[in-house]
């Protein structure tokens, strides 16, 4: 079964409501299915992803 992770930002008062709902499905190991929200068109396919730090 698929993965489902998503990196929406947090629900701080300060964070913009325009920005889209990104969720990250693991197809399989090491397959990462990047889709945004409301958009059934486009999605994007990774064998290599890294988390992003701040």
Do not use: Y
Not at 29 to 36: A, R
């Amino acid at each position: 079964m698929a993965e489902v992770r998503s990196d929406a930002p947090d629900t701080r008062e300060d964070v913009s409501h325009s920005l889209p709902e990104i969720s990250v499905c693991e197809s399989c190991p090491g397959k990462s299915v990047f889709l945004e929200s409301g958009n059934t068109d486009g999605w994007i396919s990774s064998d290599v992803t890294v988390d992003v730090t701040q």
